[in-house]
């Protein structure tokens, strides 16, 4: 039996308006907002490099050219530090640089996550590849796509992250209808719902931004008609292959029980910086030491 392909591909959709975070997306991509010292794009593109894909396409858009720059040399800047004999600060700016292979096409229409995943057909060909969406941010020590990319190398087909989420937040979220495997992580899709009410939810596993797709999704995609919103769902398409395996192998998803950093809603992006800079060796300490005692004066000038 023939060999499946290595995965090498990564595709991040980074064509959105970011309409959450105005004012200050209106000449900025959200993608570019900083999470403590770094973008919250970089967090994503770090993700898959770790998990072996340095070939890594991004789908942009209008205003996105700050992504490329950021991935590319900055020659004044490096040159500037290096005759400051700043070596940290060079460090930093070179490794985003250095992280992957990166390439850009632009979405021209914005016509939902389905259509983005279909503008990276002519790069990824007929090879399985990733999907990582930069509003979900999964800590390094939890190795989800890893684990996503063992269960599509055995199982073949494609492999959707999911997360248990309380029942009343399942409607901000794709969720899956799903089957127990001898894995106890692994779960097989039997169907799909976009942002089902409450009542309707087949389940409590919401899907996020993590895939591993088989190619056969594009074909999907190309007879997929808009539907919720009237964009090109890739819910939809994964429906599809959910109910019919000779378009493209099953789905299976893998509940993911992990950090994850959600950078798409205001608050959660405000916790996910105070999250990870309390973690963080250089500031930590002293920021742990600052909000416990923000907190209590916060606590202590509420009871007054």
């Known amino acids: 039996m023939a060999s499946r392909p290595t995965i090498s591909k990564a595709v991040i959709p980074a064509a959105g308006l970011g309409t959450r975070f105005l004012p200050a997306t209106k000449a900025t991509p959200k ?31 209008r205003n996105k050219r700050p992504l490329e720059d950021h991935f590319d040399r900055n020659y004044e800047l490096e040159s500037a530090l290096q005759k400051k004999g700043d070596a940290g600060r060079l460090a930093k700016v070179q490794e985003s640089s250095d992280l992957a292979t990166m390439h850009y096409v632009r979405q021209g229409d914005p016509k939902g996550l389905g259509h ?36 599509q190398e055995r199982h073949g087909g494609s492999v959707i992250a999911l997360m248990e989420v309380a029942p009343e937040q399942i409607h901000l979220y794709g969720c899956a209808a799903v089957e127990a495997t001898a894995d106890g992580d692994v779960v097989r899709i039997t169907g799909l719902v976009e942002k089902p009410d ?46 019919d395996e000779k378009l493209g192998g099953p789905v299976h998803g893998v509940v993911f029980q992990g950090r994850r950093y959600d950078t798409g809603d205001r608050g959660d992006y405000l916790r996910a910086i105070v999250r990870l800079a309390c973690e963080r060796e250089d500031l930590g300490p002293e920021f742990r030491t600052w909000l416990r005692g923000y907190v209590g004066q916060e606590l202590a000038d509420g009871e007054s």
């Open 31 to 61: 993608e570019m907002l900083p999470v403590v010292d770094k973008p919250a794009i970089q967090y994503v593109v770090e993700e898959a490099v770790s998990a072996g894909l340095d070939d890594v396409l991004m789908i942009t858009g």
């Open 116 to 151: 983005a995943v279909l503008c990276a057909a002519p790069h990824v060909g007929r090879e399985p590849f990733a999907v990582l969406l930069g509003d979900d941010l999964i800590d390094p020590r939890d190795p989800l796509l890893q684990r996503m990319i063992e269960v």
């Open 198 to 243: 409450p009542a309707d939810a087949p389940s409590h596993y919401a899907v996020i931004g993590r895939y591993v797709l088989a190619p056969q999704i594009f074909d999907v995609l190309r007879r997929t008609e808009p539907g919720r919103g009237g964009e090109i769902q890739l819910t939809d398409a994964l429906q599809q292959l959910a109910d």
